[in-house]
Nanobody
Framework: QVRLVESGGGLVQAGGSLRLSCSAS????????MGWFRQAPGKEREFVATVSANGGRTAYADSVKGRFTISRDNSKNTSHLQMNSLKPEDTAVYYC??????????????????????WGQGTQVTVSS
């Protein structure tokens, strides 16, 4: 059974940093893109960042570009989201996700919610002003 577990969320002041982690179990995802989404109260779940299977390609939402960095460690079946210069508008539940499609050199980085088949339960990030 595939399971994704996020960790690292919490309460931080504006301007601070947090590092989220996503640990996958049940199968290896070294051939799959992994991503992060977030959902604030009363809003739709939105794309944050994604990384290709080998970590060589990444994409970010404009709202986090230059502040967040996504990475992965295939030897540990994990993904990370380093979040710097946090703002109150970054407050949300952050979700880790995996695209079941096998990554190929011509693949397009998945940035839509329905590109992903596996999801974690989420971790709360709260940024105070």
């Amino acid at each position: 059974q595939v399971r994704l577990v996020e960790s690292g969320g919490g309460l931080v002041q504006a301007g601070g940093s947090l590092r989220l982690s996503c640990s996958a179990s049940g199968r290896t995802f070294s051939r799959n893109a992994m991503g992060w989404f977030r959902q604030a109260p009363g809003k739709e779940r939105e794309f944050v960042a994604t990384v290709s299977a080998n970590g060589g390609r990444t994409a970010y939402a404009d709202s986090v570009k230059g502040r967040f960095t996504i990475s992965r460690d295939n030897s540990k079946n994990t993904s990370h989201l380093q979040m710097n210069s946090l703002k109150p508008e970054d407050t949300a539940v952050y979700y880790c996700a995996v695209d079941e499609s096998i990554w190929a050199p011509w693949s397009v980085l998945p940035v839509k919610r329905n590109d992903y088949e596996y999801w974690g339960q989420g971790t709360q990030v709260t940024v105070s002003s």
